[in-house]
């Protein structure tokens, strides 16, 4: 299976940038694993979206889209449960 390129919103690096360093690590690898596997064990789809995903990193949510004939995720947010679906 091909690797996926990842890119990263400014609104998600922001995001990132806001959280505790542990924290942001653990984002981090997981944000980096979804190169290997876009659509990993545990991932939901978004209603309403036809290629926006979410991922759970501990108390944190990652929404990306994956955008399957070019190899691109891009991460559009990072944050919390209460605040990044809005």
Do not use: H, W
């Not at 596997?37 to 929404?63: N, Q």
């Amino acid at each position: 299976m091909a690797r996926y390129d990842i890119e990263i919103s400014q609104t998600a690096e922001r995001q990132l940038k806001k959280l505790p360093r542990r924290e942001q690590r653990r984002v981090l690898a997981a944000v980096v694993a979804l190169g290997d596997e876009p659509v990993p064990r545990g991932s939901r789809k978004l209603t309403g979206y036809d290629d926006v995903f979410r991922i759970r990193v501990g108390r944190y949510r990652v929404v990306y889209s994956v955008a399957k004939k070019k190899l691109i995720i891009i991460v559009l947010k990072i944050g919390q449960r209460k605040d990044v679906y809005r």
